[in-house]
C-alpha cells in the first residue's frame, strides 16, 4: 500500500509536470495554429454566454485558489489566520465557485455532445477535456461534506505539505496523503491527470494573455457602399 501510495503520490506527479512542461512547449514551437480555445459561440449562442461565464470564472476561482492555498507556506499567514479559518474559508468560497463551475460546464458539456452544429465540430479531445473537468470539479465538491467533519485544518495541512514538498523535491511527500480519505486521493489523481492531458487539448489557451491588443492600432470597418 505504501509503494502504491509513492507511485501515485511521489512520482506521478514529476511524471506529469515533465509532460506538463515539455508537451507544452513542443506544441507552441511546432503547432502555433492549433493553440487556440476553437470557441464554438458562432455556431450556436444559446445559453453559451450564461454558461461560459459560470464555468470560467468559477474555474479561475478554483484555480488560483488551489494555487495559492496549496503553495503558500504556513508560516506565511499563520499571524493572520488559522489552519481551521482558513478551510472554512476555502469550503465557503471554493463551494461557491464549485457549483458555478458545476453548472456552466455542465451546461457547455451538454451543448457540445447534444448540439449538432456543434458536435460536429467538435473532436474527441474537446469532448474529453470538458467531461472530465466537470467530473473533476464534481469530486471537489464531493470533498466538502466529509471535510466538515474536521475543521481543525489538519487534512488541509496535510495537502499543503503534500504539495509543497512535491515542488520542493522532498523525497517522503507522498506520506502526507497515507491516511487521507479515498475521495481526496481521486480528486488529486484526476488533477495530476489533467496536468497531462493539458498540452493536448484547447486547455492551453489558458496560457494566452492578449496584451499586445491593447496597444495596436485601431481597425477601421467601413461597410459596403
Not at 71 to 77: E, F, G, K, N, R
Not at 156 to 161: E, H
Not at 216 to 223: A, S, T
Request: charged share 10%; hydrophobic share 50%; no cysteine.
Amino acid at each position: 500500500m505504501s509503494y502504491l501510495n509513492t507511485l501515485l503520490f511521489g512520482i506521478y506527479p514529476y511524471l506529469a509536470l515533465v509532460v506538463l512542461f515539455i508537451g507544452t512547449w513542443a506544441r507552441y514551437d511546432q503547432g502555433q495554429f492549433t493553440w487556440r480555445a476553437q470557441s464554438s459561440q458562432m455556431l450556436r449562442k444559446k445559453n453559451m454566454v450564461i454558461a461560459s461565464v459560470l464555468f470560467h470564472v468559477g474555474i479561475l476561482v478554483i484555480f488560483f485558489g488551489h494555487l495559492v492555498g496549496l503553495l503558500t507556506p504556513h508560516w506565511a499567514y499563520e499571524w493572520i489566520i488559522t489552519p481551521g479559518q482558513k478551510q472554512v474559508m476555502a469550503i465557503v468560497v471554493g463551494g461557491i465557485a464549485g457549483v458555478m463551475t458545476l453548472v456552466g460546464g455542465g451546461m457547455l458539456a451538454y451543448r457540445r455532445l447534444t448540439d449538432p452544429r456543434v458536435k460536429a465540430s467538435s473532436t474527441f479531445a474537446d469532448n474529453m477535456i470538458i467531461v472530465v473537468l466537470v467530473v473533476q470539479v464534481a469530486l471537489g465538491l464531493l470533498t466538502i461534506p466529509p471535510t466538515l467533519g474536521h475543521l481543525d485544518g489538519g487534512n488541509m495541512l496535510l495537502l499543503a505539505n503534500w504539495a509543497q514538498g512535491i515542488f520542493t523535491f522532498q523525497g517522503d511527500a507522498a506520506e502526507n496523503l497515507l491516511g487521507m480519505g479515498w475521495i481526496y486521493k481521486i480528486h488529486i489523481l484526476l488533477g495530476l491527470t489533467i496536468f497531462v492531458l493539458f498540452p493536448f487539448t484547447r486547455l492551453v489557451h489558458m496560457l494566452s494573455v492578449p496584451v499586445e491588443y491593447f496597444g495596436r492600432r485601431y481597425q477601421v470597418v467601413r461597410k459596403r457602399a
